[in-house]
Each structure stands twice: as C-alpha cells, then as structure tokens.
C-alpha cells in the first residue's frame, strides 16, 4: 500500500502549547479524519506538512519527498481548502481560473468549468458574492482542475448548512474512488467522519490519542453507566472521563478494559463520544 502522506515524531512548541512526538501515516485512496477539540494541534499539524511553520522536530514525506527539499514539486500536486476563502473578493470566476492556471501546467479548464455548473456557480459570480459552501466548491474545483492528489482539508464544513456538508462529503468520496487519490480531513464535526472517513486521528492537547482504521478506533471504545455505588477503585482506574452525579456515574472505557459483569449495559460510543471523554481526562490530568 503506498503512502501517501507520513508524519513521524512531529514536535513543535510554543509559549502554552506543545504539540508533541505525532505520528501516523495516510495511505493512499483512502480519507483520514484528523480530529480533536479546539486546541488540540490539529492546524499546526496541517501548517506543519503545508511547511508554513518548522517543526522543532520530525519528518514529513508526502508522496514519499520530503516536504521541504522537495516543497514546490509536492505543492503542485496538492489541494488546500481552509475554513475561510483565499480568493480575492472582487474576482470573478474566470479571474480565479486566469490566476490559478498560471501556476499548474496540468490546468484542465473543462473540469473547472464543469465543477462550477454542477455547483451552479455562474461566470459573473464574484467571490464575495458566494456563500460559504460556494467557497468550499470553488477552492475544491480548483483542485480538481490540476488534479491534486493530495486534498488538505483544515474545518471545511465549519459554518455550512447540513445540505452543503453534505454535498461536500459526497464530491470527497467521489475524489477518492479510482484509488489513486487520498484526504486529510481536519474537523471537530465529527458526524462528518462517521460518514466517509476511512482513517482516524486522534490527538488532544498536542499528544496522539489514536490512529487506525475508523472501525478500530470506535470498537476500541464503549460508554458505561451505573449506580454511584458501584463505582470502586478498581473500575474507577479504568474509565476515562468519568461524569458523576448526585446517584450515578457515565464514562467512557476501553473495549478491553471493560469488566464482564458491565458487558451487558455497556453501549458502543460515537466518535464524538470519545473526543469529549478523552478530552475531559486529560483536562483533569492537566489539573485544570
């Protein structure tokens, strides 16, 4: 299986963050879920592959070159789609393609204007005029138009309405068909993931949390619920995130930590589900 991105022992430290020893690999044709709460280092990973900060230490390789030896070669085979447009707000549709062309010698302009009329996006349109969801489909037809590899995607559904999300995950899954094509999908929507992700990658406070298969991260994981009575020491070493109230407790706990005699009651967790348990544990274990 060839690899299309790989990101080992990934370090970088700033006055309040650091973002610490990340590794994990996306292999081709397939789409990865780069996910955790709000500060958890998942943009600095992104500035880090897209070399727009230096890492204090590691090693990235997309399509097996390094990333800053090899930087503009990589870069003409990647697509970047942010949370907010690049585009200046008084281009129209052909300016975008008269200044993007000028950088891709692979430039298709039958599939820019294609994506454009499927997205119904006029000509005349200027980029201002578009909502969010219409920046989303522009920057991704810009992509697709060079036929970028590699999609790079840092909270794209952030802010759009649930039929544009949608038709987003739905173009992404399509962009991944041939097997030829993969997706590093950052995004704290997780419902998203649960949908087309392929890969997860967990990390939370700047550490790695998880990464594998989608399947494996949420079989790894069960929620449990029960009488405050219960709750020994034992069991209590085991769950993570625990929540308690005034009679009884919920927590998340891990497959294999899961005592025989919860089995029965215990219930399959969500990604989202995991993401805010394991980010509660480690505010706890962060003494805040």
Known sequence: MNKMLEVTALSKSYRDFKLD??????????????IGPNGSGKTTTIKSILNMIEPDNGSITVFGKDHIAQEQE???????????SYFVDEWNMTDVETAYSLF???????????????????????????????QMKLMLACAFSYDAKLLILDEPT???????????????????????????FSTHITSDLEK???????????????TGSKEDFVEGYRI??????????DLENRLIGVRTFATGYEALIRTQDLPEYLQPE???????DIVVFVSRQAEKEAGR
């Open 104 to 134: 891709y010698d692979q430039w298709n302009s039958e599939t820019y204007w294609s994506m454009l009329s499927k997205s119904r996006i006029s000509k005349e349109k200027r980029v201002k005029e578009l909502s969010k969801g219409m």
């Open 266 to 272: 215990a219930i399959h967790a969500t990604i989202d």
């Open 158 to 184: 952030s802010g759009l309405d649930p039929v544009s999300r949608d038709e987003l995950l739905e173009i992404l899954s399509g962009y991944i068909e041939d097997g030829r094509h993969s997706v590093l």
């Open 196 to 210: 087309i992700a392929d890969y997860i990658t967990c990390i939370n406070l700047g550490k790695l949390i998880f």
């Open 21 to 34: 020893n990340l590794t994990f690999c996306l292999p081709e044709g397939f789409i990865m879920g780069l």
């Open 224 to 233: 449990v619920s029960g009488d405050k009575k219960t709750l020994t020491e």
């Open 74 to 84: 990589i870069k003409r085979d990647i697509g970047v789609v942010f949370d907010n």
